[in-house]
């Protein structure tokens, strides 16, 4: 293709995507056959402060003589840390032709994007679900009263016959242990005996309170 027809799309293009993009998007048109790739036209060149002219690369030195970085190879998405500690999305496309070859570079800033990013995933962080840490304050508040329970009992649990079971049962009812959610089953389990047996129990401690 035409030399100045390619380079007046590539000038056409490199405008729309930084009007697309917005001012954190430099875009510009650069000429790889020269060892310096001076850049030939810009668009929001404030981003690393070039401007046409410029033979400052986006990393911010200047190409030395014999440097073919940008020779013939694409770069798509890359990362680039400029000296200022801008972080840029950087892309560079050849445009080769038989007198010609041009670069279209692409370096969006996405500085505060990325800290606006680490700002959210501080907010958005939590310290658990709470119906978790519900059931562990349950759990922890039904032990303490089982074992405080016991305690007063003065006896194993493999020593307690069917009376000293019904006192402890009566003793847990006392503290409100049963008004916890699914203490039934946590006692059961903690007696070593069923969910059945339990509920017996309490059956026949309420016959003996209305009795």
Do not use: W
């Not at 405008?15 to 020269?34: H, K, P």
């Not at 990362?79 to 496309?93: F, Y």
């Amino acid at each position: 293709m035409d030399k100045e027809y390619v380079f007046d799309f590539l000038c056409r293009t490199a405008q729309a995507v930084a009007d697309m993009f917005g001012s954190t998007c430099e875009t510009l048109v650069q000429d790889l056959s020269s060892p310096s790739h001076p850049v030939l036209a810009i668009y929001n060149g404030h981003v690393t402060g070039r401007a046409a002219g410029s033979d400052v690369s986006v990393l911010g030195g200047k190409p030395k003589d014999g440097d073919i970085v940008l020779m013939g190879k694409d770069y798509v998405n890359t990362l680039v840390i400029t000296p200022n500690g801008q972080l840029l999305k950087s892309t560079t496309i050849n445009f080769v032709g038989e007198d010609y070859h041009y670069g279209l570079g692409i370096n969006f800033d996405y500085t505060s994007i990325n800290s606006t990013a680490k700002v959210l995933t501080e907010i958005s962080n939590t310290g658990g679900k709470l119906d978790k840490a519900l059931d562990e304050d349950i759990d922890t508040q039904l032990d303490s009263i089982f074992n405080k329970c016991m305690a007063s009992m003065g006896k194993p649990m493999e020593a307690m016959k069917k009376a000293d079971r019904l006192k402890l049962v009566l003793l847990l009812k006392q503290k409100r242990a049963f008004n916890f959610q699914k203490s039934v089953a946590s006692i059961a389990q903690k007696m070593d005996v069923s969910r059945y047996t339990v509920y017996k129990y309490l059956h026949e401690i309420e016959e003996n309170e209305l009795g």
